[in-house]
Nanobody, 126 residues
Framework: QLQLVESGGGLVQPGGSLRLSCAGSGFTVDYHAIGWFRQAPGKEREGVSCISSSGGSTNYADSVKGRFTISRDSAKNTVYLQMNSLKPEDTAIYYC???????????????????WGQGTQVTVSS
């Protein structure tokens, strides 16, 4: 059974950093494209970043480019999202999911992703 479990969320001040983890079980993260999404209260879920299988090409939403970095640790079967220079508008529940294709595209279509994790809350506030 494919499963993804997010962790690493919390409360951080503006300008601070957090690293989110997305641990996979029942599959090998190296062989799948994996995306990070977020959903703020009252807003739709939006794509944040994606990392492709094997070669590991990456995509980012314009709102996080230059601040967030997605990476993969094969030994731990985990995908990370390093978030720096956090802003209050980054406050949301963050989710990871498997893309139904091996390569990320330039867009984040929810229907292209499945096996969603339960999410981890990130709150950016002073």
């Amino acid at each position: 059974q494919l499963q993804l479990v997010e962790s690493g969320g919390g409360l951080v001040q503006p300008g601070g950093s957090l690293r989110l983890s997305c641990a996979g079980s029942g599959f090998t993260v190296d062989y799948h494209a994996i995306g990070w999404f977020r959903q703020a209260p009252g807003k739709e879920r939006e794509g944040v970043s994606c990392i492709s299988s094997s070669g590991g090409s990456t995509n980012y939403a314009d709102s996080v480019k230059g601040r967030f970095t997605i990476s993969r640790d094969s030994a731990k079967n985990t995908v990370y999202l390093q978030m720096n220079s956090l802003k209050p508008e980054d406050t949301a529940i963050y989710y990871c999911a498997l893309r139904r294709h091996y390569v990320c595209s330039g867009s984040f279509v929810l229907a292209d992703f499945g096996s969603w994790g339960q999410g981890t809350q990130v709150t950016v506030s002073s």
